[in-house]
């Protein structure tokens, strides 16, 4: 600021895990001048469409600013009282597994923490679970199974100094821009991109060759690029003795398996010469970057093909090296932060497992003898549990499952069904507040205050820039009191986010000798300090600056210390097309949305781009079909039915179909995407197939 106004606030977008840093002007009223922060290392000063408009979306309009109970405005005091009556008298009843939280990558790490504390620690049910599930949970599996924790390696100066850069099922260009734009110089260097995608995107159409694989093809993809690497000799060998396990049984199976590129092609689906370019380019390119997305984890070999990505990482020692990693990048604000503090049903808390040790030192440090022991239910399956009874209070904070979740029609009968229905949320009509029995009024992005962790570990501070709105409180808050009403007041007498914060770093470095998750040298911030803590990296250093980069000492998380190969083999999608429904339905986000608009809907900038459902089709399927450009088209899967406007694109492959995942019951009720997608998850991870469902087309 130079004195001659007020300074603007310095903030993290709550939209994509780059996490950029904004910053925000309030003006008057709610008026908001928004740029990038030029300091803040994720972005430097760069934004995307959506943040540049994330001042069209702080007005007040539709927002719920009182608690609701039954329909009816409601005191804080009887709602809090009415949420933890039910959730007490549901548990004394039925036992604390007839209970549980579905919670949200916008909540913040201090929102996430004392939900997961309020379940895990003193309900005694790890029935909590992110929509994180349906966003990263196969790369968390992959991450652990390879690494020992679930751990990104690399950070975003490596996008930067890498040679090569793989997108896998990551359409950059729409999903993390910014990240895009972070290239641009290396690209004018000479940077080679490969894209692996069955569509070609916007990042396709920028990137030296594009695959366009068959649907769920990547393992057979990656699978076959080990073998060549092995078959030319571009395998490490010192850092695999030295650091990596299991090498020989990989070798053996991929042997086993292997019939050569031509088979890998025939599989796959596209020609030798690019296969072999492809392959070429990864076996000379030391500084190679693979990313991977939603296109490689929404399956229901999501975990597999995470695997085969990072064992191609491992054989070649390309990890922990400037300009050299697999690299996960996580779709929400703050998937990581939610992992972190154990937002996952199958983890315990700060990175920790359900094993005996980790349950009693966390017990301990919560004074929470009633901890849970084992994991609760993943999204898929609670929603499930809900539905058939066996849980019967259920906690929705700052998500809209009705929409979002796969085979929402069912997830719609599931909250029908249920007997007490709890929704936590910035908007007074959602299609899942319709549901809810008490509405609870949260704080909105531009209000709340915390911190998010991105996809490279960074941990950044969320600053308000306006006063609570209304009577809305900060979902940390909203916990605590319930939880307090409910009993365990001690154990939740934060005064602020500070307070939570400083509590979950202490419980990442409570007795840990090994835990890479450890952010010791932040257990004592002032408020003052929190307030102004710069974006930091973790694990901080004990001065408190970056970890760029991990395992950059060959030294990984597991009991000894090596990464760990794991022989992974490909198989076809959960349910295959077929006669009744021939096509694969692929389902994904468009370039200027994000989730089920509840905010980017507000901005009539973010409408422009895609301003209605669509239904994209290559022209040869569509003529099959009786499918016209423009016109309105139905689909039709084992779930259910939508219809959307037919967009004839030779981007797509023949036989696939690929539609938005945005659209609601309050922008357009027959162009909901996730009620034609079944219910198939990776059987490790949990994580749905929104990838693939079979369905057909026909004319409206
Ligand atoms: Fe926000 Fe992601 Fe765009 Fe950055 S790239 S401005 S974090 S949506």
Known sequence: ADGSGPSPIRTTCPYCGVGCGVSALPGSGRALAVAGDKAHPANYGRLCSKGTALGATVGLEGRLLRPEIGGRPATWEAAIRRVAQAFNRTIERHGPDSVAFYVSGQLLTEDYYAANKLMKGFIGSANID????????????????????????????????????????????????????????????????????????????????????APQSDVRLWNGLLAELIRRGVVDRAFVEAHVSGFDDLQKALEADDQGPAAVTQDCGIALKDLIRFYDLFARTER??????????????????????????????????????????????????????GGLANTLA???????????????????????????????????????????????????????????????????????????????????????????????????????????????????????????????????EVATAMGHGEAFGWRNPAAVFREYARLTAFENTRRPLNLGPLIDLTPAEYDALAPVQWPPTPGGGDTPRLFADGRFATLDGKAKLNVVHPQGPASAADGAFPFSLNTGRVRDHWHTMTRTGLAADL????????????????????????????????????VAVARLTDRQRRGGLFMPMHWTDAFAPSGRSNGLIGQAVDPRSGQPEFKHTPARVSAY
């Open 130 to 213: 992110t929509n994180s599930r349906l966003c990263m949970a196969s790369a968390v599996a992959a991450h652990k199974l390879a690494f020992g924790a679930d751990l990104v390696p690399g950070c975003y100066e490596d996008l930067e100094l890498a040679d090569l850069i793989v997108f896998s099922g990551h359409n950059a260009a729409w999903t993390h821009p910014v990240l895009v734009r972070r290239m641009e110089q290396a690209r004018a260097r000479g940077q080679a991109w490969v894209v692996v995608d069955p569509r070609r995107t916007d990042t396709a159409d920028m990137a030296d060759l594009h695959l366009a694989i």
């Open 288 to 341: 190679t970057v693979s990313l991977f997305s939603m296109g490689a984890n929404q399956s229901a070999q999501g975990v597999a093909k995470g695997l085969s990505i990072l064992n191609a990482h491992l054989v070649t020692g390309r990890i922990g090296k400037p300009g050299a990693c697999p690299f996960s990048i996580t779709g929400q604000p703050n998937a990581m932060g939610g992992r972190e503090t």
């Open 350 to 480: 700060a990175h920790m497992d359900f094993d005996a040790e980790a349950v009693d030192r966390v017990a301990r440090f919560w004074s929470a003898p009633n901890t849970a022991a084992k994991p609760g239910l993943k999204a898929v399956d609670m929603f499930e549990a809900v539905r058939d009874g066996h849980i019967k209070a259920l906690w929705v904070m700052a998500t809209n499952p009705a929409v979002s979740m796969p085979n929402s029609g069912r997830v719609r009968e599931a909250l029908a069904r249920c007997p007490f229905v709890v929704v936590s949320d910035v908007m007074a009509e959602t299609d899942t507040t319709a549901f809810a029995h008490v509405k609870l009024p949260a704080l909105a992005w531009g209000e709340k205050d915390g911190t998010v962790t991105n996809s490279e570990r960074r941990i950044s501070r969320q600053r308000p820039a306006f006063p609570a709105p209304g009577e809305a409180r900060a979902d940390w808050r909203i916990i605590a």
């Open 607 to 642: 409408c422009r781009h895609a301003p209605e459902p669509y239904v994209a089709i290559h022209p040869e399927d569509a003529v099959a079909f009786g499918v016209e450009e423009g016109a309105l088209t139905r689909l039709r899967t084992a779930q259910g039915e939508a």
